[in-house]
């Protein structure tokens, strides 16, 4: 139940002696580890800070993608299909929690394209059509991600577009020109934008 729920309730709470909100507060706070995040960053945190979090994640997705073409071949097989899209989607959720807590669109969008452009790159292979479908799951997945960076992108500003358009255009272009381009299509997604 939430506590709009319950009017007397957070009037009580609004009516306790600061220091026992105090209390209360940190508590809570406590238990949410992305919220203790958030707020590290937002506090205590400045630009310098932004830009150190955002290369050092940049170096770990590298590091990511230097690891799993170390042991998933760049030959069309189901298994090395699913090893990529499971790396993938690690990567994802790194850059994930440094969106919730840093809230930087631009650095989002900086850190998807290099994880999708850097699998076209070294993977080249999986993203071929396969005879019997093994890798459409991988495929499905690219396009939803190249979606969301399409739109991510056109919320930025049209200065700051600018800077990630030539790279988000070679992404388009080899999604189209790979097996990806069904499900582009079927998304709707540009050739180029």
Same mark, same amino acid.
């Given at each position: 139940?939430?506590?709009?729920?319950?009017?007397?309730?957070?009037?009580?709470?609004?009516?306790?002696?600061?220091?026992?909100?105090?209390?209360?507060?940190?508590?809570?706070?406590?238990?949410?580890?992305?919220?203790?995040? =958030? $707020?590290?960053? &937002?506090? #205590?945190?400045?630009?310098? @800070?932004?830009?150190?979090?955002?290369? %050092?994640?940049?170096? /770990?997705?590298?590091?990511?993608?230097?690891?799993?073409?170390?042991?998933?071949?760049?030959?069309?097989?189901?298994?090395?299909?699913?090893?990529?899209?499971?790396?993938?989607?690690?990567?994802?959720?790194?850059?994930?929690?440094?969106?919730?807590?840093?809230?930087?669109?631009?650095?989002?969008?900086?850190?998807?394209?290099?994880?999708?452009?850097?699998?076209?790159?070294?993977?080249? =292979? $999986?993203?071929? &059509?396969? #005879?019997?479908?093994?890798? @459409?799951?991988?495929?499905?997945?690219? %396009?939803?991600?190249? /979606?969301?960076?399409?739109?991510?992108?056109?919320?930025?500003?049209?200065?700051?577009?600018?800077?990630?358009?030539?790279?988000?255009?070679?992404?388009?272009?080899?999604?189209?020109?790979?097996?990806?381009?069904?499900?582009?299509?079927?998304?709707?997604?540009?050739?180029?934008?």
């Amino acid at each position: 139940m939430r506590l709009n729920q319950q009017p007397e309730l957070k009037r009580a709470i609004l009516d306790l002696p600061q220091a026992e909100k105090d209390k209360l507060l940190v508590r809570l706070i406590n238990k949410d580890r992305m919220l203790i995040k =958030q $707020l590290h960053f &937002q506090l #205590l945190e400045d630009e310098g @800070d932004l830009d150190e979090r955002t290369a %050092a994640l940049f170096d /770990k997705l590298q590091q990511l993608i230097e690891r799993a073409a170390g042991y998933i071949p760049n030959v069309n097989h189901a298994r090395n299909a699913d090893n990529l899209m499971g790396e993938l989607k690690y990567g994802s959720g790194l850059i994930n929690e440094h969106a919730t807590v840093t809230k930087d669109k631009m650095s989002e969008v900086r850190l998807r394209l290099l994880l999708v452009s850097q699998s076209f790159t070294r993977f080249d =292979q $999986l993203f071929e &059509q396969h #005879l019997y479908q093994r890798n @459409d799951r991988l495929l499905n997945y690219q %396009a939803g991600r190249m /979606k969301y960076i399409l739109g991510k992108y056109n919320k930025l500003h049209e200065d700051l577009q600018f800077e990630y358009r030539d790279e988000l255009n070679n992404a388009l272009a080899f999604a189209h020109r790979s097996g990806m381009q069904p499900h582009m299509a079927a998304l709707g997604l540009p050739n180029e934008v």
